[in-house]
């Protein structure tokens, strides 16, 4: 078995267009959630949104390739490239071979099918540009990491909802330790903030017209996001042989399947999640100090989320820290677990706890630390990354500091 | 028209329930109709479609005196009022 680093990190949120920008918003409790600037909004009865801002993808891209890149795919390029910018590595030798990429989206292209069905639907034209199969495919992002970066290895996308982003991160993770791959990009992006994929949300009657408010007794719903997360995942040996700045170790994933309902979450299957990342990492409950949270801002998730922890934790739940950044940036759907594991880099290196903003008044159901609209500064040697998705599929990282004294058993 | 609300309010839960409109009574609760979290979300959505209404309803906060779900009278008197309401 290989130790699995992390060695870049890169998205675009709608805190910011990279990580010192994101990861400065989170010290700050900084919102990004605003006014949504889309089509048709006044048909809509959500019209808020963590939308990505001053987006201008001609900037990053010839005409050429935004023919073929739908927002979700642009996103998650100009987040590996920063990632494998910061990470040093170049795939174009024999790298390449040994290295992949597994991205997770729930939806993939909606802006394309949004567009394009207003195309043959409401303007009734007869015909579509050429493009739009490749352009809205769930693995045209990961596709187009793959030739922009020489990946040829092991490379794909997972659908699994809101839990997509830490079910490819954990393949991904479980790639590089087996020896299956040396180096591996991973995370997540999601782009549903158009009429269609609003709308769809709407009739789930989840979603909260002013805040996301995870974790607080007068929470109302979640709110939207869109944007990626991108990671180098990398052989130890192989980091410390070229002198590598290490941000993270992942040293535990588990996933679970709740096989019980649809939409509603279950304590058992969270916790099986939860005990099984530590489980497969050698941690002991008392070695994390930080869990960031599903933490989504409705009723159900958050009370559900926070029973778990306390089943698989006792009386050490109390002493954790667990905190919601989707308070900040929005529920980024397949996208968010990517962006969310920024916060445990942030906690783990830099003593940084980030905070659960909106927080107005406390929830008995809810009685955990979740460290309430101020970040803290605290020292984490171990911390979890949790996301329960629609359909009862759940999967939870553990990453430790690396370099701390919190060995494996 | 009330009545005629009312049967239509309660024909709608029947079908979600799966049972006939006698069995539906105005102070059935939906509970003890058989009718869950999404059940009651797709009655809505058919109470919406029926009237031509819009139902403030939020499942974060399903006791919200915004839209009273708590018996079926309950609910056929809210939806009377938006009904009513959307005349104007």
Known sequence: ?409 | MPDAIAEKVRAIIADQAVLDVADVTMDSTLESLGIDSLGLVESIFAIEEAFDISVPFNANDPSSRDFDISSVAAIVRAVEGLVAEAKV
Request: net charge negative.
């Open chain 1, 1 to 409: 078995m290989k130790r699995v680093v992390i060695t870049g990190a890169g998205t675009v949120n709608a805190l910011a267009h990279d990580v010192v920008g994101t990861l400065a918003a989170f010290r700050e409790g900084r919102c990004g959630i605003g006014e949504l600037d889309i089509r048709d909004k006044d048909r809509l009865t959500i019209r808020i949104g963590g939308q990505v801002k001053q987006w201008d993808a001609e900037t990053h891209f010839n005409r050429q390739q935004i023919v073929l890149y739908d927002k979700f795919t642009q996103f998650t390029l100009i987040a590996a490239r920063e990632a494998v910018a910061q990470s040093g590595l170049n795939f174009d030798g024999h790298l390449g071979y040994e290295a992949g990429v597994v991205l997770g989206t729930a939806a993939g292209g909606v802006n394309t099918w949004d567009e394009n069905y207003r195309t043959v639907y409401e303007e009734g034209k007869n015909r579509v540009h050429p493009f739009v199969v490749p352009k809205l495919m769930n693995n045209a992002a990961a596709s187009h990491l793959s030739m922009e970066f020489n990946l040829k290895g092991p490379s794909f996308t997972v659908a699994t909802a809101c839990a997509s982003s830490n079910h490819a991160m954990g393949q991904a993770f479980h790639m590089v330790r087996s020896g299956m791959s040396r180096a591996m990009l991973a995370g997540g992006s999601e782009s549903m903030l158009c009429f269609g994929g609003i709308k769809a949300w709407e009739g789930l009657r989840v979603m909260s017209r002013d805040a996301c408010r995870p974790f607080s007794l007068n929470r109302n719903g979640m709110v939207q996001g869109e944007g990626a997360a991108v990671f180098v995942f990398e052989e130890l040996e192989h980091a410390k042989k070229r002198g590598a700045d290490i941000l993270a170790e992942i040293v535990g994933f588990a996933m679970t399947s709740d096989a019980s309902d649809i939409v509603m979450p279950s304590k058992q299957g969270a916790a099986r999640a939860i005990a099984g990342a530590l489980r497969d990492g050698h941690l002991n409950p008392e070695d994390v100090c930080y869990i960031n949270a599903h933490g989504t801002g409705t009723a159900a998730n958050d009370k559900t989320e926070c029973a778990a922890v306390a089943d698989v934790f006792g009386q050490h739940a109390d002493r954790l820290m667990i905190s919601s950044t989707k308070s900040m940036h929005g529920h980024l759907i397949g996208g968010t677990g990517a962006v969310e594991l920024l916060a445990c880099i942030m906690a783990l290196r830099d003593g940084v706890i980030a905070p659960t903003i909106g927080y107005e008044e406390p929830d008995p159901e809810c009685a955990l630390d979740v460290v309430p609209n101020v970040a803290r500064e605290a020292r984490v040697d171990v911390a979890l990354s949790n996301a329960f998705a629609f359909g009862g599929l759940n999967a939870v990282l553990a990453l430790r500091r690396y370099g701390s004294a919190a060995h494996p058993k």
